[in-house]
């Protein structure tokens, strides 16, 4: 009985590390494209919320205002990202 | 009995090559070490810098290394007879190709995973990375040129591969489908995908397609390279998870199904078969074609992927340098990643030479130089396959043109991508943005140019061929002297690095010196290829020139601690 729940264990953490590797085999020459992509669409988003604060007229700044908090936090990465050295909104002082 | 002797030999070189040649590299010439922290956990980003398994980093490294280039150049090359080139694969593996792929990547990996063309800027200096960027632009132009011919021949030598071959566009969308939008899990959706793949095959072999001699008033010729180039453009521009991840991957997965049923069916054919396949290929073939070049150089120019590659160089210190987990590991995946391709070699090689009946069967085939290529490849392959493993003939052929096609195609539209990306930082050197549409305009533009330039059947495209070996060797030159001035400053033993990269440059100089006399004699001059031929020569004798003075350089300069390359201070910035 033992035995055979060992088996089935070794069985199933074998299957789970080919699966494993089999996803590593499928995403793993892509992967830093994938991040790129991700990273330019964040940067998009970035932008969208943060239009108006950068003197962007937006008709939608009433609803992306709400989502300003949420992007603080990935701020300075981005202004250093888009070639900004320091903080371009004085209400955000990051550095 | 003959192939399966051939193939029980070059198996075992290739073995003794990795247990105890690249032992005593990884020993004592590259002293592999598990203190020192590799680029991937020193630089880790979750990016580029992620440390991987040694066996998937292998399967990576494997698959973009081998493209069609180890079954075109052998397939080829036989002409000589089977002797030379089995001994150029083995040699060439075990000696040539495991020492410089092992090599590349060890040389990055103690430089925070920097690629080749950075190296060559820091240890033979800037002129050697300005020649980089000429030669990888010559180098991806001949791919999609020569590989949209040879697309092209196959899927009219071999009629029923249009189905696969088309069909696989849609098994890699459905694949990428599946799991990215519907989030199925991998493992089921692989067994789909490929019996899917396994069934346009049959598919494909119940209802060949023959084009019309005058389709849309073009030759089958024409169409189909009008049609690659098509595919290819928009394969290039498509985000990758649409078609080309989900493509690579099954690619990556039929390689191995492939390869498993071609030295199965050598195996089995021999065991279990009534009729033994035996070699009907001439060890040397005397009975030359007229206009074969010779032997020496050519040989070892038509042979290039499969025995030495300069693109390994690239790939090597690309990518898997980057998430190569262990120090040690770069054994098992750069010396066995040669191996890999080595072993592809070999099986082209005894596909070609042991599964036609007769040698006259065999002669006709081989009646012109590279005429022989990828058909031969497909149907002696075939042959071995309906013996060895009793399927029928055409069906084992279709499974291998459509091998063949993938591979090609895989490697088509990614040269095309990366010729885009060429394109467009050209673009930014010059001061104007070109954007990706207008530089895969250009890609296209320049590349049916070549392949159109010698008419409209495409010659243009595969009389380029003996040029990309040339090319490619010179890459692999450049690359050695990058280990050779490594290990010379460590005051290390050179030799395996020296000795190869003397043979291999002054073989490629030879072949190209010898193409540039044929391509200016009066009546048959080929002024294109005249300049890039002269191109690469000018490349090379620069190269040599730059490397000899920074080896010079290196044996003046005191020697290299050995704790020097943990205090290196990466040199990315400042490049």
């Known amino acids: 009985m033992a035995a055979a729940r060992r088996r089935r264990d070794t069985m199933r953490r074998r299957w789970k590390a080919f699966s494993k590797g089999l996803h590593e085999f499928y995403i793993g020459p892509y992967r830093q ?47 250093r990202r888009i070639g900004i050295p320091r903080s371009p909104l004085d209400h955000i002082a990051c550095c | 009995m003959g192939s399966l002797v051939l193939m029980i030999i070059g198996l075992g070189m290739f073995a003794l ?10 020993r004592r010439v590259f002293k592999l070490s598990d203190d020192f922290k590799s680029p991937a956990h020193e630089l880790y980003d979750g990016v580029d810098y992620v440390p991987t398994n040694k066996f998937i980093l292998w399967g990576h490294h494997f698959t973009s290394v081998a493209g069609a280039a180890p079954i075109v150049g052998p397939a080829i090359a036989v002409i000589w007879g089977w002797l030379p080139a089995f001994l150029w694969v083995t040699v060439g593996t075990v000696f040539f190709a495991g020492m410089h792929d092992f090599g590349a990547l060890w040389a990055s990996v103690r430089n925070k995973g920097l690629s080749i063309g950075a190296l060559s800027a820091r240890y033979i200096g800037k002129r050697g990375a300005n020649l980089f960027l000429v030669v990888i632009f010559l180098l991806m132009l001949m791919v999609i040129a020569a590989f949209a011919v040879v697309i092209k ?42 019996v899917a793949l396994y069934a346009l095959i049959v598919l494909g072999n119940a209802v060949p397609v023959v084009i019309p001699e005058s389709f849309l008033g073009m030759s089958p010729a024409t169409f189909w390279i009008i049609v690659l180039f098509v595919y290819g453009a928009m394969a290039s521009l498509l985000p990758v998870w649409v078609l080309l991840q989900p493509r690579d991957y099954i690619n990556g997965v039929q390689l191995f199904v492939g390869l498993i049923l071609l030295f199965g069916s050598v195996l089995t054919g021999v065991l279990f078969a009534a009729n033994k396949p035996d070699i009907v290929a001439p060890a040397f073939n005397t009975n030359l074609p007229d206009g074969t070049p ?11 992927c499969g025995a030495i590659s300069g693109f390994h160089g690239m790939v090597s210190s690309g990518t898997s340098s980057k998430q190569l987990d262990k120090e040690k590991d770069s054994r ?29 069967d065999w002669q006709s085939v081989y009646k012109a130089f590279g005429e022989g290529g990828v058909e031969a490849f497909v149907q002696g392959g075939g042959a071995l396959m309906e013996n060895g493993l009793g399927l029928p003939a055409s069906l084992s052929a279709t499974v291998l043109a459509t ?36 530089a895969t305009l250009v890609v296209v533009a320049v590349g049916i140019g070549l392949t159109f330039s010698q008419g409209l059947g495409g010659e243009g495209g595969l009389r380029i061929w003996p040029l990309f070996g040339t090319t490619n060797q010179l890459m692999a030159s450049l690359t050695l002297s990058i280990i050779a001035v490594m290990l010379i400053r460590k005051r290390r033993n050179p030799l395996p690095a020296l000795i190869p990269l003397t043979i291999v440059f002054v073989l490629s100089f030879w072949a190209a010196i010898s193409q540039l006399l044929d391509f200016t004699k009066p009546g048959q001059a080929d002024w ?36 020097e390359d943990a205090k290196i201070v990466a040199v990315r910035e400042e490049l």
């Open chain 1, 33 to 79: 494209t994938f991040l790129r992509e991700k990273r330019d669409e964040d940067d998009m988003f970035m932008i969208a919320v943060l239009g108006e604060a950068l003197g962007v007229p937006d008709p939608a700044a009433y609803y992306t205002a709400e989502l300003m908090p949420a992007v603080w936090e990935d701020f300075h990465d981005w202004h």
């Open chain 2, 17 to 26: 090559g990795f247990l105890v040649y690249s032992k005593y590299l990884s």
């Open chain 2, 153 to 194: 021949n196959l899927l009219i030598s071999t009629p029923a591969a249009v189905i696969p071959t088309w069909g696989a566009i849609g098994v890699a969308l459905l694949v990428g489908l599946a799991v990215y939008r519907l989030r199925w899990p991998l493992v089921p959706v692989t067994i789909v995908g490929v």
């Open chain 2, 294 to 304: 010779s032997l020496v150089p050519l040989l070892f120019v038509t042979i290039a």
């Open chain 2, 332 to 360: 098992f995946v750069g010396y066995f990643g040669a191996v890999g391709e080595g072993m592809l070699s070999l099986g082209t090689i005894l596909a070609v030479i042991g599964g036609f009946k007769t040698a006259a």
């Open chain 2, 403 to 438: 091998m063949a096609v993938l591979f090609a195609a895989t490697t088509m539209d990614t040269g095309m991508r990366l010729l885009r990306f060429v394109v467009q930082e050209i673009g930014q050197t010059v001061g104007t943005k070109i954007t990706k549409f207008p």
């Open chain 2, 528 to 563: 294109l290829l005249f300049s890039l031929d002269v191109i690469i020569i000018v490349a090379s004798v620069w190269v040599a020139i730059e490397a000899v003075l920074a080896m010079r350089r290196a044996k003046l300069a005191p020697p290299e601690p050995d704790d």
